[in-house]
C-alpha cells in the first residue's frame, strides 16, 4: 500500500491532467505521461488509441484547435488508488461540463478512468490511461444491464478520416 505523500501526488497528477485538458495547454498535458504512455478512450463504437508522446501531443493539439472545444471542464471524483512501490492502478468517476453561453451549462460526457500510473524519476506520471463512458461492464450488476457498453455515435467532427495522423 502506499503512502499518503504518494496518494495526494497521484491526486495532484489527476488534477493537472484535468487543467492541462481544460485549459488547452498542450505542453502540460503531454507531461502528464510518461514517454511511451497509451491513452486510450473506448467511448465510441471503434476504440481510439494513442502511445507514446508524439501521438499524445497530436490527440492534444487536434482536439484543442477544433472550434468549440474551449469551454469544457474535465471533473474527476472518486479516486481509488491500488498498489504500492512506484506502480498503481487507479479508477476515478469523470465528467465533462460544457461551459460556453449562459448557463445552465451541460454536461457532455459521463464515465470513468481505468489508469497505470507509475513513478519515474521522482513523479507519477500516467502509464495507461482508459476512458470509458458510463455503461457496459461497469453497469452489469444492475437489473438490466448485460453488461454490453451502449455505442455513442462518434460526431462527424471527430471521425478517424477527417483527424489527419492521429
Given at each position: 500500500m502506499i503512502g499518503a505523500e504518494d496518494r495526494l501526488a497521484i491526486h495532484e497528477l489527476l488534477a493537472r491532467y484535468a487543467w492541462a485538458f481544460g485549459t488547452g495547454d498542450?505542453?502540460?498535458f503531454v507531461d502528464c505521461f510518461t514517454s511511451d504512455a497509451i491513452l486510450a478512450e473506448d467511448v465510441f463504437e471503434v476504440e481510439d488509441r494513442w502511445t507514446g508522446a508524439v501521438d499524445?501531443?497530436?490527440?492534444?493539439?487536434f482536439f484543442f484547435s477544433r472550434p468549440g472545444f474551449?469551454?469544457?471542464?474535465?471533473?474527476?471524483?472518486?479516486?481509488?488508488?491500488?498498489?504500492?512501490?512506484?506502480?498503481?492502478?487507479?479508477r476515478a468517476f469523470c465528467f465533462v461540463t460544457y461551459c460556453q453561453g449562459e448557463p445552465p451549462y451541460t454536461i457532455r460526457f459521463a464515465g470513468y478512468y481505468?489508469?497505470?500510473?507509475?513513478?519515474t524519476d521522482g513523479r507519477?506520471?500516467?502509464?495507461?490511461?482508459m476512458i470509458r463512458d458510463w455503461s457496459g461492464n461497469i453497469l452489469v450488476n444492475f437489473p438490466g444491464h448485460?453488461?454490453?457498453?451502449?455505442?455513442?455515435?462518434r460526431p462527424d467532427e471527430l471521425r478517424p478520416e477527417l483527424r489527419g495522423n492521429i
Open positions: 498542450v505542453e502540460r499524445i501531443r497530436a490527440m492534444a493539439e474551449s469551454g469544457r471542464q474535465h471533473h474527476v471524483s472518486h479516486i481509488l488508488i491500488d498498489g504500492s512501490g512506484d506502480r498503481c492502478s487507479v481505468d489508469d497505470i500510473v507509475v513513478k507519477w506520471l500516467f502509464r495507461e490511461r448485460n453488461g454490453q457498453k451502449v455505442v455513442r455515435q
